[in-house]
């Protein structure tokens, strides 16, 4: 059974940091990239980051960038956002996503395509 499951989500104060982690099971982690999204109240889900199966990541959201890092540790089936410099637009449920296997293009997508139950972060004075 594929499982997902996100930690470290909480209140924080502006400027304040927190550490997502998103426990996996249930597949090869190793073989498949992750992401970050978050859905903020009101708002599309946005990707925050992905990163591949060797660690490599890149294309972070414009409105992250120099303050948000995903890594993983493939031999913990785990990976990791960590969250510097929050602000309060930062506040939304974040969830962890694996894809995996063919791709079949944006309309159809990934063949494997697993997502977690997710975390609210809320950052507040």
């Known amino acids: 059974q594929v499982q997902l499951v996100e930690s470290g989500g909480g209140l924080v104060q502006p400027g304040g940091s927190l550490r997502l982690s998103c426990a996996a099971s249930?597949?090869?982690?190793?073989?498949?990239?992750m992401r970050w999204y978050r859905r903020a109240p009101g708002k599309e889900r946005e990707l925050v980051a992905p990163?591949?199966?060797?660690?490599?990541?890149?294309n972070y959201a414009d409105s992250v960038k120099g303050r948000f890092t995903i890594s993983r540790d493939n031999a913990k089936n785990t990976v990791y956002l960590q969250m510097n410099s929050l602000k309060p637009e930062d506040t939304a449920v974040y969830y962890c996503?694996?894809?995996?296997?063919?791709?079949?293009?944006?309309?159809?997508?990934?063949?494997?395509?697993?997502w977690g139950q997710g975390t609210q972060v809320t950052v507040s004075s």
């Open positions: 996503n694996a894809v995996g296997g063919t791709y079949y293009g944006p309309d159809k997508g990934w063949k494997y395509d697993y």
């Open positions: 990163i591949i199966s060797d660690g490599h990541s890149s």
């Open positions: 249930g597949f090869i982690f190793s073989n498949y990239a």
